[in-house]
């Protein structure tokens, strides 16, 4: 490629105006810092890439002064948040784990199939652009209620796409979590996470270098497709954001497939200088955002790139979200062997630039410039892109005092068990509680032969291929806490995701966030997002956790109002000895424990929200000191193989807790019965709390699991308990009836088994 | 032993089927690619599952017409025998070697889970009366026509039946095999059934070993 140095100055494009600033999202107070910042009136192509890398969706500008202050310091950190295209943490001398998790809301509300399926591939380029061959993907979902017509047309489509882009690609799905609630009717949630391994030697960058390197287009052809969807999530939803569903982009997961395995193959033979995905504002991100990090310009010649359509003009080219494709730099003696593994699996490669010592990029289209702007000027880590605190106003907030039912209690002292079998049904049938099955039947959950435990449980545990280590995984978020205490409901969030992954005996390593909340631009969305990560960043410090990066989505609202404030936590969790796995089902000939400060609460809890429809804080009480030792005592007990398996009390309380012991052991072929011991209300948390029997069986609560121990190793584990000064009560056995025997009732198993495999199954 | 694994672009289950061949049965794996030919030098062949080329004209026809695929039409003509998984069972079929066709499931979903088989055909006896397998797939509905069928059942050409049908297959049918039981093809993934995850069904760990360990020592010892 000839270095075009006497490329001529004016520009073939005309300037851009305040009007069409405006139209393409910017403020009017943003043109005029463009105008600062390059000296002059921006051109029409200019004012468009800056449109799209100020945008929120690229720019951060309304979070990035908070999210900077996001926890994140860890021996094991070999990637700094922000900086490469995902979180990377050192598992081993050998290996690393590479995470991210990012939302699709916006597209999926418009478009659920392609918008649930681009976001997974979206994603898992993330991943594998780092070098990382992806092992597994989590997504996180919010529905409105099922029984409306409309949510259960997203919950399928959305659902499809996740499952039809995973299972084409061949990365399996080891978990996630979907809870509905009607503020998202109109806005749905879709957070897709991955998780990937790559050997720390080989983990990439995307830091362009080298003066006079070339920048190769990889990847699928560019069309208009997308053109502008960084703008489009960067505003809130209306009626007619269903007209712009030509910002949805479309995928196509076999050539993804492609792009991965040529990706990985080139990055493995050590070729590449510099690679990053094209996603949100594609060409555009991209190469700005690559030679902003690496302090290098980048001349783009847009007649190289490949297209699908005829007459594109350059500002498309820049901003097309065309899936599947990637930016490489590649030394010039490289180019051909970059090209032949491109080749052999069949895809589109071009020089289409080079790399400067001009710190600009400048964007050509036949001979003619249509752009030439400072890198530093376009991207946020540069501080290019404007930042803003924006103002926080505390709404009211519901707190009142504890939320009393005492139902349950009564038909306990009644011996109604008719009443007893109508609530449990109730509470496990419920969208929110029940089985997910009829959403994880439709991913590939096995593929990549890994599997230690697939998605269901507490967390999906992978094996490493090489070596003896697995990964444990999960992804956690709780709209109903934040929207009561936020910094409070945060902190309840990451110790939820740090408990089950401990439940499975492994430790928490690192956390990835996705932060979808409403209009930033309104004080009181402002204040639940500032909380949200102040609480988030605070609990992280004192898991000793740090956030890797992750991804914000702001207006995630529709003219019915904002969404529950919806901070969701993907953390990843290491098992030296995957053996060593800790499961959830029930086993025979066992005795189960509650473990932890166990203080449970029913305001905010599930079983209020069911049954009444209502929640209100305060939340229940957490410590993060009081997690650490509840989870380093299963660690404990792991390791001297004093326990069968564990779960955390969550969702629905210790009743929920101990039917899904109960189901997962079902699903395995085991029918067991279960006895909650005799002296159940006489146990110290009754005593020392005053417990209602309501809030005692599914109250939500920290720091708790309920912990499965074979009857020879009892002794063993009391004494542990003791040893270690951690609270604990007896809570039942194990049996072979069918039953779940409660003050000498004996309810049916099997009505309440077959009401949660089925309260979500109705709806797809 | 030496196994030749057929690889064309979108398959995804090639590294499982190796991990399995190499690390349980000590078995030499070659990667065969879709564009070359290749010499028939192996002793079994495996068409993994995936999605070949996308899977976007119908499972497995491009995969059919490849020229790796005439290599293999080639080896089982010289009666090396063949399996095809999940998508290599399309292909299979796809290409002649096998009869009938797979389509959509009759939900028109993906579906991923253990399903329960009856072991068929000189399968018979072999299995255990709870044998189960993953299946995961989108078309995995077998279907044929009414001669064909006979003929499979006349020449106890099923291999495994589904016990409780999930996707509208013909006769239940899981998998079958060639009347000289040279080439098997099969919708569930025997492969994914090997190293024990806990959460699977307590019994099942051993059923993917179960499968390699019939076919290498009974049907191709």
Redesign the interface.
């Given at each position: 490629m000839v270095f075009l140095d006497n490329m001529k100055t004016e520009f073939a494009d005309r300037e851009g105006t305040l009007e069409e600033a405006v139209k393409l999202g910017l403020l009017k107070e943003e043109f005029e810092l463009i105008k600062e910042k390059i000296g002059r009136t921006p051109t029409f192509t200019e004012l468009a890439m800056f449109s799209g890398m100020w945008s929120e969706h690229c720019s951060y500008k309304n979070s990035i002064l908070l999210l900077k202050k996001l926890y994140c310091e860890s021996e094991r950190l070999l990637a700094s948040p922000g900086e490469e295209n995902a979180g990377a943490l050192r598992i081993n001398d050998k290996y690393a784990v590479v995470f991210k998790i990012e939302s699709h809301n916006h597209p999926s509300a418009i478009e659920p199939y392609q918008g649930a399926a681009t976001g997974v591939g979206g994603i898992m380029r993330d991943v594998f652009t780092m070098g990382a061959r992806p092992i597994a993907t989590l997504n996180s979902l919010r529905f409105g209620m099922p029984d409306a017509a409309r949510n259960r047309y997203l919950l399928r489509r959305v659902v499809?796409g996740i499952?039809?882009y995973g299972?084409?690609?061949?990365i399996a799905c080891s978990g996630g979590e979907l809870f509905f609630h009607n503020s998202y009717t109109k806005n749905p949630l879709v957070n897709a996470m991955t998780v990937g391994i790559a050997k720390v030697e080989n983990l990439a960058s995307s830091k362009a270098s080298g003066i006079g390197n070339s920048v190769l287009y990889v990847g699928a052809k560019t069309g208009r497709d997308g053109i502008h969807g960084a703008s489009f999530a960067s505003k809130d939803l209306s009626e007619s954001s269903a007209e712009e569903r030509s910002a949805v982009q479309v995928g196509?997961?076999?050539?993804e497939?492609?792009v991965m395995e040529a990706t990985l193959e080139c990055i493995e033979k050590k070729l590449v200088i510099a690679v990053q995905d094209m996603g949100a504002a594609g060409l555009l991100s991209s190469s700005s955002e690559m030679s902003s990090s690496g302090d290098v310009g980048m001349d783009l010649f847009l007649e190289k790139v490949p297209a699908r359509e005829t007459g594109m003009l350059p500002f498309e080219f820049m901003l097309s979200e065309s899936q599947e494709r990637m930016l490489m730099v590649v030394k010039p003696e490289n180019i051909s062997k970059v090209r032949e593994v491109f080749e052999k699996?069949?895809l589109d490669s071009a020089e289409i630039g080079i790399i400067t010592d001009r710190k600009k990029l400048r964007i050509f289209y036949n001979n003619e410039t249509y752009a030439d702007v400072p890198v530093h000027a376009l991207t946020v880590n540069s501080q290019g892109a404007p930042r803003y605190t924006r103002e926080s106003k505390k709404p009211n907030l519901k707190i009142s005092e504890q939320i009393q039912i005492d139902d349950f209690e009564k038909a306990i002292e009644n011996k109604d068990i008719d009443s007893l079998c109508s609530i449990i049904k109730e509470i496990i049938s419920h969208p929110n509680l029940a089985s997910r099955?009829p959403v994880?039947?439709?991913?590939?959950?096995?593929?990549?032969?890994?599997?230690?435990?697939?998605p269901?449980?507490n967390a999906g545990?992978y094996?490493l291929?090489d070596g003896k280590e697995a990964l444990s995984m999960t992804t956690d978020g709780n709209g109903f806490y934040i929207a009561l205490e936020p910094y409070k409901g945060a902190v309840h969030t990451v110790a939820e995701a740090y408990r089950n992954l401990a439940s499975c005996g492994s430790m928490p390593l690192g956390i990835t966030n996705c932060l979808n909340f409403a209009n930033p631009y309104k004080p009181e969305n402002y204040y639940f997002f500032k909380e949200a990560v102040t609480g988030m960043s605070d609990a992280a410090k004192e898991f000793k956790l740090p956030i890797t990066g992750g991804n914000v989505s702001f207006y995630n609202e529709s003219e019915d109002g904002p969404v529950l404030p919806t901070p969701t936590i993907g953390m990843v969790g290491l098992i030296e000895n995957a053996d060593k796995?800790l499961?959830?089902?029930l086993i025979s000939e066992a005795q189960v424990f509650i473990i932890g400060n166990f203080h449970p609460s029913l305001n905010a809890s599930q079983y209020v929200y069911i049954r009444e429809k209502k929640s209100a804080g305060p939340l229940p009480e957490i410590n993060v000191e009081n997690e650490i030792k509840s989870a380093e005592l299963i660690f404990e007990a792991n390791n001297r193989e004093l326990i069968a398996s564990a779960t955390d009390v969550s969702s629905g309380g210790i009743m929920t807790a101990v039917l899904e012991m109960i189901f997962?052991a079902k699903?395995?072929?085991?029918n067991l019965g279960f006895s909650f011991c005799e002296k159940l209300f006489e146990n110290r948390y009754f005593t020392q709390q005053k417990l209602n029997k309501d809030m005692f069986f599914f109250g939500e609560s920290a720091h708790t699991y309920l912990v499965c121990v074979s009857l020879e190793k009892k002794e063993d584990f009391i004494n542990l308990l003791k040893e270690k000064n951690l609270p604990y009560a007896y809570l039942g056995t194990s049996n072979s009836s069918e039953f779940l025997k409660l003050e000498n009732m004996n309810l049916p198993l099997n009505d309440f088994y077959e009401a949660w495999l089925n309260g979500l199954a109705e709806y797809? | 032993m030496k196994a030749g694994i057929l690889v064309f672009?979108?398959i995804?289950?090639d590294?499982?089927l190796k991990?399995?061949l190499n690390r349980v049965y000590n078995f030499q794996t070659e990667f065969l690619w879709h564009t070359n030919s290749f010499k028939v030098e192996h002793d079994i062949y495996f068409v993994p599952g995936?999605?070949s080329?996308?899977?976007?004209l119908r499972s497995g026809a491009m995969a059919s017409r490849s020229l790796s695929l005439r290599s293999l039409k080639d080896a089982v003509s010289k009666g090396i025998p063949a399996v095809g998984i999940c998508n290599g069972f399309q292909i299979l079929t796809e290409a002649s070697l096998l009869p009938g066709a797979l389509v959509k499931n009759k939900t028109l979903?993906?579906?991923?889970?253990w399903e329960n088989l009856s072991a068929e055909g000189l399968f018979k006896n072999n299995f255990t009366e709870?044998y189960a397998l993953?299946i995961?797939h989108?078309e995995g509905n077998y279907l044929c026509d009414d001669n064909t069928l006979k003929e499979l059942i006349e020449n106890e050409q099923i291999i495994f039946k589904y016990k409780k049908n999930p996707n509208g297959s013909t006769e239940n049918i899981a998998g079958i095999a060639s009347k000289d039981y040279k080439i098997l093809g099969l919708m569930p993934?025997p492969?994914?059934a090997?190293?024990e995850?806990?959460?699977?069904?307590?019994?099942n760990a051993n059923f993917g070993k179960l499968f390699f360990d019939f076919i290498f020592s009974k049907i191709y010892s």
């Open positions: 499809k499952g039809d299972n084409s690609l061949g196509d997961p076999f050539l497939k492609l699996w069949e099955h994880y039947e439709q991913y590939d959950t096995d593929i990549g032969n890994m599997r230690v435990i697939g269901g449980q545990v094996r291929e796995t499961p959830a089902h997962y699903r395995r072929g085991e797809f | 672009p979108g995804n289950c590294n499982d991990l399995v995936g999605f080329y996308g899977d976007y979903k993906h579906i991923a889970r709870d993953p995961s989108s993934h492969e994914r090997v190293f995850a806990k959460d699977w069904p307590k019994n």
